[in-house]
């Protein structure tokens, strides 16, 4: 519908297609709730209150029955990939939880497959319930020293996107760009300004001098802090704070602290985010709308709540005049809840159709077909075990083991061990819970695998791997032996892209990724399922960790303190260089 035809419908001239009534209006930009009808025409809301000037013989009329009318819910912070869903099996999975929108930078599509790949998702959500505003990536891959990966986006590519319609600002600015004056987010930067697009970060643990820094450069969000008083001192210069709750990252009950304690009276600049969730977590709690029971379970007014989940997201990232509040000419994305206290999701429309009723799609979404950039993505030979084993001349050596903190979720910190050396070869020692760890380079670009040691897994026999594995998607794999290891690797190259835990050369669970070697079309119940049996697999071989395979593949992150590898080697990710594990011999 164009500009002239939206002013004639809100004028009653061109009758709705559909009116909502008997329903009990959320109204999140003034913080009322009142009885008042929704006229829709198209996938667009035209009139709201007494619309009967919009009601014609053809409009269709539903009875809300006295529920509650809620704006879709938008996620502000999402990486849609790390589900290892597709832009629709993923769309099946959040929207009957009210989660419409989310905003979020296809960055790990990006690495994989470039602009042709990112276009084809944005295609994909065009015509699909969930409408995806996409952030353009500072800067592709986010690793520094930067890892090997198929595209690297950058400032040509900031000049080609920034007029899509879809694009809404610059995703993911990672505060170790800023700090050392990256010469490509800079630019990018510069050319944001020139077409007024807001910059949304990405600064865990940064205060202080630091943090007047990044600010400087113009962040208008941040969605990545671990401790309310850094929220805090975010918010005091000046951020948005998205609050994050992923599966793997529990940070709601600490920062919701800033609406309950700290600084209520600005609740309006606090919104949501889920950053990584999968299928097995969402289908268990649900996903934005958990968030707003949370909220509300620690103290924060319902109506606040909801505003966290969708105006205040909307004004956050400048997208409010399209979504996030049932008014005229926003998109017509309209939950119907039992009531604001308990915020459960019963129906939604989405675009203007009912697509969602009882947690549950009234119809899946229909997968496109898929090019052959995104189902020939794996371009790497098998690898053999010699390849993996970690070499020395010394009878014992001294290591330095990434260990993964079970205090702070991601955060890797340094544990030292010592090792010894059979027949040449470095050896694992689960006793010791220090284990091999792989990056394999997967584009064809190198032949890079470099092995270092992992600590916090607690493997006691097998090796696991996937290549979805943000920020760069090469293969990761952890193993207590080179055998299984590389079998690991090899099932996952011969899937074309998925993850695996493997015992003995054979696979005991294995789940396929082939598009982009990243996710998948199955239904969300089948993700599940597979996701369970991955990590069930895992725990059967002694992790504790609460996800396995989500702890693993975010060992290539270097955004996240203090130990990272990539395939260029094991990351000091504070002093932003590559090290050797391989600390000193104490043995001849």
Not at 319 to 333: C, E, F, N, T, Y
Request: a negative charge.
């Amino acid at each position: 519908m164009n500009l002239r035809e939206l002013i004639r419908a809100g004028n009653g001239d061109i009758k709705a297609d559909m009116v909502i009534t008997n329903g009990k209006l959320i109204n999140v930009a003034t913080a009322e709730i009142y009885p008042a009808e929704v006229a829709i025409k198209e996938d667009h809301i035209v009139a709201i209150g007494n619309v009967d000037h919009c009601k014609g013989p053809e409009t269709r009329m539903h009875d809300a029955n006295g529920r509650y009318l809620a704006p879709g819910m938008i996620d502000g912070h999402l990486h849609v990939e790390c589900s290892k869903l597709s832009i629709s099996s993923f769309a099946d999975l959040v929207v009957p939880y009210g989660t419409t929108s989310v905003v979020s930078g296809l960055d790990q599509i990006l690495v994989v497959a470039g602009l042709e790949g990112v276009r084809h998702f944005l295609d994909e959500a065009n015509v699909s319930p969930l409408t995806i505003h996409w952030g353009a990536p500072c800067k592709t891959p986010y690793t520094m020293p930067r890892s090997t990966v198929n595209h690297y986006f950058g400032p040509d590519d900031h000049r080609a996107t920034h007029e899509w319609p879809e694009c809404i600002g610059i995703w993911e600015t990672v505060r170790e760009f800023i700090q050392e004056e990256d010469d490509d987010v800079i630019e990018a930067l510069e050319i944001a300004r020139k077409h007024k697009l807001p910059v949304f970060g990405c600064s865990p643990m940064c205060k202080g001098s630091k943090l007047a820094s990044y600010a400087s450069a113009g962040i208008r969000l941040d969605h990545e802090s671990y401790e309310v008083t850094e929220a805090l001192e975010k918010m005091r210069n000046g951020m948005f704070m998205l609050i994050r709750e992923s599966s793997i990252s529990h940070f709601l009950e600490e920062n919701i602290q800033l609406a309950t304690k700290y600084v209520p009276q600005a609740d309006h600049r606090i919104s949501f985010c889920t950053d990584d969730v999968v299928a097995t977590d969402v289908l268990k709690r649900g996903h934005v709308d958990n968030m707003v029971r949370m909220a509300i379970a620690a103290g924060v007014p319902p109506i606040a709540a909801i505003q966290m989940a969708t105006i205040n997201s909307a004004v956050a990232c400048q997208i409010d005049h399209k979504v996030g509040l049932i008014a005229p000419g926003r998109q017509a994305d309209i939950l119907l809840v039992d009531s604001p206290e308990s915020f459960r999701v019963e129906q939604v429309i989405a675009k203007g159709r009912f697509v969602a009723q009882g947690n549950r799609m009234i119809e899946p979404v229909r997968r496109p077909e898929r090019p052959a950039l995104l189902t020939d993505s794996m371009k790497v030979a098998p690898v053999k075990a010699e390849d993996i084993r970690k070499m020395s001349e010394a009878s014992k050596v001294k290591v330095l083991s990434m260990n993964m903190s079970l205090e702070v979720p991601f955060v890797r910190n340094r544990r030292d061990a010592v090792l010894d050396v059979v027949d040449g070869e470095i050896k694992p020692d689960i006793e010791q819970d220090v284990l091999y760890v792989c990056v394999v380079e997967r584009y064809g670009k190198t032949s890079n695998k470099p092995v270092a040691f992992v600590s916090g897994f607690g493997l006691k026999y097998g090796a696991m791997a996937t290549s979805a594995a943000p920020d760069d998607n090469n293969i990761v794999c952890i193993g207590t032996n080179a055998e299984d290891m590389a079998a690991a690797i090899n099932w996952v190259i011969a899937a074309g892209g998925g993850q695996v835990f493997i015992r003995d050369g054979e696979a005991v669970a294995g789940l396929e990724l082939p598009i982009g070697g990243i996710v998948s079309d199955l239904a969300p119940e089948a993700m599940a399922q597979r996701e369970q049996a991955l990590d069930q697999a895992a725990r059967d071989a002694g992790c504790q960790l609460e996800w396995p395979f989500m702890n693993m593949f975010v060992l290539s992150i270097t955004a996240i303190p203090d130990y990272a590898i990539t395939d260029l080697g094991a990351v000091d990710c504070v002093g932003l260089n590559i090290f050797d594990p391989v600390l000193e011999s104490v043995g001849e």
